[in-house]
């Protein structure tokens, strides 16, 4: 399964990065998803 | 070399003996010399209140019984355009200073001055260029501790579908880090409401229009960079409303977290992406 794509910005280089979210980022991501959900059910 | 012997008026027929022009004329004169040297080679025993000039330095000097001692300091020693006339422990020089230095004291240097370049100040972009939003996070990281504070403009911020933007201070997830006051209001409609259970900075409270219509968000964090004191984080922004309504949204987070901010993450609600939008971090002196 394909995993959203993040960017990566770091200022010490200039350097910019696009990749997929790793595991991590991407169980964030889930958590983030059915925090907003739990937040505009209750603003 | 003869003392001088102070004034004397002759009169007619008077007949000066060699003693006469020694003490009375030569002693008393201002006497010439190419430079000290000569002096020296030509006044073994220079006696008090005799007086030189010396070409070389351009100095008039007075013999004080022991030294020979410049009279109202030497010549001027400036000798370009923009130059200062200063002093160590003798007159000097101080060649002018590059293009929008300052004249700067400084006590480690002989004359006690120097040209300096202005500490700086106002607001330096940290992301050159700006930080194009893309993704379902855009991450500005590596941010330098060396500023006071730090000022946020994301331009214009756009999602794949109807959104709201939250930021993340160094990919911090503890919703209970976050104490948040949200202030919006749209129409003439207001409300306010506090929040402590969002792992982010809430930016605009209600979602936003997309594609993005002129959607602006400013946020400042004063003291980023302390690793002892918690952060408080201030939010404004404008912007076209899920509904096509305008709307604003001040929020106020008390972002429980002392480490220095080091990195920010924007990110958008429910499994959207950025379609656009640029984020521009400021470090301000």
Redesign the interface.
């Known amino acids: 399964m394909t995993k959203?794509?993040?960017?990566?910005?770091?200022?010490?280089?200039?350097e910019?990065i696009?990749r997929e979210?790793t595991d991590a980022?991407f169980a964030?991501?889930q958590?983030?998803?059915a925090?907003?959900?739990?937040?505009?059910l209750?603003? | 070399m003869a003392a001088g012997l102070g004034f004397k008026e002759f009169t007619t027929g008077d007949v000066l003996t060699a003693a006469d022009a020694n003490g009375y004329l030569a002693s008393q004169v201002v006497m010439v010399f190419a430079d000290s040297a000569a002096r020296t080679a030509a006044i073994a025993s220079p006696q008090e209140g005799m007086i030189s000039y010396l070409k070389d330095t351009n100095a008039t000097q007075y013999y004080s019984g022991s030294a020979w001692v410049t009279i109202g300091g030497a010549g001027s020693p400036l000798t370009t355009k923009g130059d200062l006339y200063t002093y160590s422990t003798t007159d000097a020089r101080l060649a002018v200073g590059a293009n929008d230095t300052v004249l700067t004291a400084d006590s480690a240097e002989a004359t006690g001055l120097k040209w300096a370049t202005p500490a700086s100040g106002g607001m330096t972009l940290?992301?050159?260029?700006g930080?194009?939003?893309?993704?379902?996070?855009?991450?500005?990281?590596?941010?330098?501790g060396t500023y006071n504070e730090l000022i946020i403009f994301i331009d214009n911020p756009s999602g794949s579908a109807d959104y709201?933007l939250l930021i993340r201070p160094n990919a911090n997830?503890t919703?209970s880090d976050y104490q948040q006051f949200v202030n919006r209001g749209t129409g003439s409609t207001n409300n306010a409401?506090v929040?402590n259970?969002?792992?982010?900075v809430e930016t605009t409270?209600y979602g936003m229009d997309s594609p993005a219509n002129g959607n602006m968000i400013w946020a400042s964090i004063p003291n980023y960079a302390s690793t002892t004191a918690d952060k408080v984080i201030n939010v404004s922004s404008g912007f076209i409303q899920t509904t096509g309504a305008k709307a604003v949204c001040n929020t106020t987070c008390y972002f429980a977290q002392s480490a220095a901010i080091t990195s920010l993450v924007f990110?958008i609600?429910?499994?959207l992406?950025?379609s656009g939008g640029t984020v521009y971090?400021y470090g301000v002196k």
């Open positions: 959203p794509m993040v960017r990566i910005h770091d200022v010490s280089t200039n910019i696009d979210m980022e964030q991501y958590a983030d998803q925090e907003r959900q739990l937040h505009y209750s603003a | 940290i992301n050159t260029g930080t194009t939003l893309s993704g379902a996070t855009t991450t500005v990281s590596t941010i330098p709201s997830s919703a409401y929040d259970a969002t792992s982010g409270g990110f609600s429910s499994g992406t950025f971090v």
